[in-house]
């Protein structure tokens, strides 16, 4: 998914958003699953209808009759594309994941300042945002689907694997410096940090809109590695400071 | 509730947990309902019973009649002292939130140490572990029963405030120095682990006992401080360390 936000105004390197994008474009055409066209296009509606009433109106209250009185179809046509909800959210983890995959992949080598992590979390925090239904209560989402708990842990270890990737990279540059003890405990930080912030957001019940929601939690993310900067942490919590501001405001 | 750990192994000071476990037991004997001692002690047992049963096996597939057949107690028994499930959780939810009240009130004035930190956010954890059906599904909770929303908000501000407290006093104690406009991101993060501790633990499907958890906690929670402290960071890291091989070990 070719995300709306105005990349320029992240202060990011070219270089690295653009491979982002790029390599994501491919490889989503690079999996489109065979099938007619028509019955292809129906299938996405289906996925798409889908996905923003889970948003909206959470998933668990939804039927497999909700869903198809939102796309307007017959139960009987939707039935004949999902055969019932659980396809439908087991699809959608498919998307989820894909994406994911193709995201956190993009940790690799490439992200070797601050900037670059700025950026690269905050696109992890939209694609999550795009599927916020299941991080909304994730407990409770793998307790319901049960072949999704194995899935979700793998995401897991995925951005675990990614940040501790760019905290190597942040050392390598000597931007961060931190106390190899302290290691795990950081990226445990951050991990939580990225998939407990739609949890929090909804228990506080502020009422910040997506792209707020986002922007406060990549300043969040991104001074857990102000401690760890030295003298240039100042200076640099300065920075991101102005930066969320300007995001904020964009 | 008197606490089963050992406070002797956590290295505290003892005016500390002392005056807190006093004043929790007199404020439980004072707030004890009024009604038959008889009719008192059957709806203490069912409360008992109940938070064992939501506790090891999930509140949300319990029904009336499966916290009956846990009590050996007639449907139509339990019924005349609670009206259904609902009324359960609200009772157990009134004894959560009086316990932590006089937990988190304990932070106002009494934590001036590490050592005070560690042993309160031991007593915190450990609380909300006692209740910690609560804490698996937080958000699925609050939606199903929209009338502890609010005071569930409550608790994450009293714990806010405590947070604040005790950072406040490790300040004036020269302890701990933090910039100002870290502070906020700070605390949010220190809230977030006291509340998601759980949730994480759940979805990463580990299998440490309630002990092990706890006290992993607690050092997670308290590594937090650590880049605040200045050069006494190093060898106040290599204690939590040592402490927390200590108390896992005991």
């Known amino acids: 998914m070719v995300k709306s936000l105005n990349y320029d105004n992240l202060g990011r390197s070219n270089s ?4 982002l994008l790029v390599s ?3 490889s989503r055409q690079a999996i489109l699953p065979l099938g007619e066209p028509e019955e292809m296009k129906t299938r996405d509606r289906i996925l798409d209808v889908s996905l ?3 948003n909206s109106e959470g998933e668990a209250k939804q039927t497999a009759v909700d ?3 939102a796309l307007d179809m017959s139960p009987g046509n939707l039935y004949y594309h999902f055969k019932g909800k659980e396809p439908i959210i087991e699809a959608l983890f498919d998307r989820f994941e894909e994406e994911m995959q193709i995201i956190l992949g993009g940790s690799h080598g490439a992200v070797t300042s601050i900037e670059d992590n700025w950026v690269f979390v905050y696109i992890v925090l939209e694609e999550i945002y795009d599927f916020r ?3 909304r209560n994730v407990g409770d989402m793998m307790e319901r689907y049960p072949g999704l708990a194995n899935r979700f842990r793998k995401i897991l270890a995925m951005k675990r694997q990614a940040i501790e990737n760019v905290l190597a990279q942040l050392e390598k540059q000597d931007i961060v410096d931190v106390d190899r003890r302290l290691k795990a405990p950081l990226v445990q930080q951050m991990l939580s940090t990225l998939t407990f912030w739609l949890s929090h957001d909804l228990i506080e019940g ?3 809109d997506g792209p707020a929601l986002i922007h406060d939690t990549v300043l969040q993310f991104m001074l857990l590695v102000v401690p760890y900067m030295g003298d240039a942490g ?3 919590l300065g920075g991101m400071l102005d930066r969320h501001r300007d995001l904020s405001k964009a």
Chains 1, 2 share one sequence.
């Open 16 to 19: 690295f958003h653009i491979d």
């Open 133 to 135: 239904f299941f991080y």
């Open 52 to 54: 923003a009433l889970f």
């Open 67 to 69: 869903i198809a009185n």
């Open 206 to 208: 502020s009422d910040r």
């Open 24 to 26: 994501n474009i491919l």
């Open 234 to 236: 100042t200076e640099a």
